[in-house]
């Protein structure tokens, strides 16, 4: 059954087919419990068996928003940005909020470094009259398909931007008429070497401005596949313990492990990278913050 179902599976129609099996709502590979025990063994067996990949992964774990390619097609995209480059130097205009958002009143979630952007697309099209969504992203070209998706689904909650958010990010969420409730950074650019820290996103001015303009009750949220990266962050936002809370010590039955990372991703969806990370077998280190009042 199990090769029968591999075969199936590799089918566009299949995948279509089968997205609101495959679409996970939990940190696990997939949230399979309500489905017959020899479907779930024989979809697991596909997995292991590296008949699905991570790309097949992330095309069925956002399925159910069924995105075009856009114009901007297959087009290969520079993985690693400088950020200290000259031409990122200068602020984003900030934009007419009423006609970015049809109710620019609501609280704003502001993804930083939202990548292809289908991560905030699905917590937008979730979440229509709950709030709005920001993604600031240094890649232009996934800021204009995202933009393009962003029109697909008739969304009018969520808006990307082509910005460096260590430059932007204080003057745009300044201008935001509505409280700013919860800044996510996920997996950004670890730049390993030494040297290139201090292209790193999480930057203690980039910190301030977070807890500065944050409303009480809103959280921050990071995460990477890199430890290091993971431990860099953590460290930064942990310092801000006077105002910032870890969800933990909020909430005793938020599960962590024993160092104190999150055990499950508290979203209800995956990133990308992510998805590929968890395919490698890589662990995911996660925290989430919440300002005091």
Same mark, same amino acid.
């Given at each position: 059954?199990?090769? *029968? ?13 089968? =997205? %609101?099996?495959?679409? =996970?709502?939990?940190? +696990? ?5 309500? *489905? ?15 008949? #699905? ?6 095309? #069925? ?7 075009? @390619?856009?114009? $901007? ?21 900030? @934009?007419?909020? !009423?006609?970015? *958002?049809?109710?620019?009143? #609501? @609280? ?17 099209? %979730? ?6 969504? $920001? ?8 800021? %204009?398909?995202? &933009?393009?998706?962003?029109? &697909?689904?008739?969304? +009018? !909650? ?15 969420? +300044?201008?935001?008429?509505?409280? #700013?409730?919860?800044? +996510? ?7 390993? %070497? ?11 001015? /980039?910190?301030? =401005?977070?807890?500065?303009? /944050? ?8 995460? =990477? ?14 310092? &801000? ?32 990278? &992510? ?13 989430? *913050?919440?300002?005091?009042?």
């Amino acid at each position: 059954m199990a090769s *029968y179902l591999c075969f199936q599976l590799q089918s566009v129609a299949a995948l279509n087919a089968t =997205s %609101k099996l495959l679409t =996970s709502k939990s940190s +696990s590979i997939f949230n399979l419990h309500h *489905y017959p025990r020899s479907y779930c063994t024989a979809l697991s067996a596909c997995v292991v068996n590296k008949h #699905l990949g991570s790309p097949e992964l992330v095309a #069925l774990e956002y399925a159910d928003l069924n995105l075009s @390619p856009g114009d $901007l097609g297959h087009v290969r995209i520079r993985q690693h940005v400088n950020p200290l480059r000259s031409s990122f130097s200068a602020p984003v205009q900030v @934009p007419d909020w !009423n006609e970015v *958002y049809k109710d620019p009143t #609501l @609280p704003l979630m502001v993804d930083i470094g939202s990548g292809s952007g289908r991560f905030l697309l699905w917590l937008a099209r %979730k979440n229509p009259d709950s709030g709005n969504y $920001l993604g600031l992203e240094i890649r232009q070209k996934l800021v %204009k398909r995202a &933009e393009f998706w962003v029109k &697909e689904l008739a969304l +009018s !909650n969520i808006h990307f931007m082509f910005a460096n958010a260590t430059v932007s990010f204080k003057q745009l969420v +300044s201008a935001y008429p509505g409280p #700013l409730m919860l800044v +996510s950074v996920l997996c950004p650019d670890p730049h390993f %070497k030494k040297r290139h820290h201090k292209r790193r996103v999480v930057q203690k001015t /980039l910190v301030d =401005s977070i807890v500065n303009h /944050l409303m009480p009750g809103g959280k921050v949220f990071v995460q =990477s596949d890199v430890h290091e990266v993971a431990l860099d962050m953590r460290n930064q936002f942990d310092t &801000e313990s006077n105002v910032l809370q870890h969800i933990d010590t909020i909430d005793s039955t938020v599960p962590c492990d024993n160092e104190g990372w999150l055990l499950e991703n508290p979203m209800g969806i995956r990133t990308e990278r &992510e998805i590929h990370a968890e395919f490698e077998g890589a662990k995911i280190y996660r925290r989430m *913050y919440q300002k005091q009042s």
